[in-house]
């Protein structure tokens, strides 16, 4: 694809609902990341996967966040029971390879408001 | 502990060079030095990368002395559309959570 697409854009929630992101990457990349930006702060990293698989789960603030993904493309973070410190942007990026010296793309990010 | 510190903002006037300076006092052998720009309601999109001495693109250069504890990025004459905050981050070609520490930033503001 062209580039890193997030959906949706904008979405906002009640206390205590579930939502689902969505991250389409890069079409051939084997990496994939999820962030976290809470208004006026830096990127906190969330999550990594290298293919289908997230090695390293230990960035995720809490039980209630979960992520997956399949077929070596699409990948959905999923916040059960939202909180309004939930509230954020999430930006998703994906990179050729697991390797550092790869660039990262960027998606626009999905703003998540909760209620 | 963080892997790399940046002032948090810097101000400057349109036409001048900018440089912004970030600290890695523990960066390791194998670890290279990437920078990445974040305009508002974007996501970042990536700079520059180095390893030693200078690196130089068509939007910045990297400076980086031979210690490593440190690198300096310059942005030469910039212009209203460069502000925006600028990330460093290090970390090696293995890939994994801590090479991912994106900290605050430096929240550049370019003044006409």
């Known amino acids: 694809g062209a580039g890193v697409s997030q959906s949706p854009s904008n979405k906002v929630t009640e206390k205590g609902k579930d939502v689902e992101l969505r991250c389409d990457p890069i079409?051939?990349?084997?990496?994939l990341y999820w962030y976290r930006q809470r208004l006026g702060q830096g990127l906190e990293f969330l999550i990594y996967f290298q293919g289908n698989s997230a090695p390293d789960k230990s960035g995720l603030p809490s039980d209630r966040f979960s992520a997956e993904r399949t077929g070596e493309s699409v990948s959905t973070l999923t916040i059960q029971r939202t909180q309004q410190e939930d509230s954020a942007v999430y930006l998703c990026?994906?990179?050729?390879?697991?390797?550092?010296?790869?660039?990262?793309?960027f998606g626009p990010g999905t703003r998540l408001t909760v209620l | 502990l963080a892997k790399t510190t940046q002032p948090i903002s810097m101000d400057s006037y349109e036409g001048q060079e900018v440089n912004i300076t970030c600290s890695h006092n523990?960066?390791?052998?194998?670890?290279?030095i990437t920078w990445y720009q974040q305009f508002p309601s974007q996501g970042p999109r990536f700079i520059i990368q180095?390893?030693?001495t200078k690196v130089t693109n068509e939007v910045a250069s990297l400076f980086i002395p031979a210690d490593r504890k440190s690198s300096t990025l310059s942005l030469p004459r910039v212009s209203l559309s460069d502000t925006a905050v600028y990330y460093c981050l290090v970390g090696d070609k293995r890939g994994g959570a801590n090479n991912l520490f994106f900290g605050t930033g430096t929240r550049l503001t370019v003044i006409p």
């Open positions: 180095g390893y030693k």
């Open positions: 523990n960066i390791a052998t194998n670890d290279y």
């Open positions: 990026a994906s990179s050729a390879r697991l390797d550092f010296t790869d660039t990262q793309y």
């Open positions: 079409s051939g990349h084997t990496a």
